[in-house]
């Protein structure tokens, strides 16, 4: 009777640590993609550059030009 005790007792402490933990998941976090905007803002910098090109094509050369003699 001791011998059958003995091994159902050392049958159940195997089996137990055998099937402790269960079953693993290991859920991996998606990284959102964030899309950056240039530094410089395409949009403006057109309106930026307009008053000056024709400020420098209208206001021309107001310098004389002497003549040596």
Avoid: H, Q, W, Y
Avoid at 12 to 38: D, H, K, Q, T
Avoid at 42 to 51: D, F, K
Avoid at 53 to 63: H, S
Wanted: contains cysteine; charged residues 20%; aromatic residues 2%.
């Amino acid at each position: 009777m001791k011998k059958l005790v003995t091994g159902v007792l050392a049958s159940s402490l195997l089996a137990s640590a055998a099937f402790a933990g269960g079953p693993v998941v290991i859920v991996e976090e998606e990284v959102p993609v964030v899309e950056e905007r240039p530094g410089s803002s395409a949009g403006i910098l057109p309106l930026l550059l307009i008053p000056i090109i024709l400020c420098v094509a209208l206001c021309g050369n107001d310098d004389d030009e002497e003549d040596g003699g």
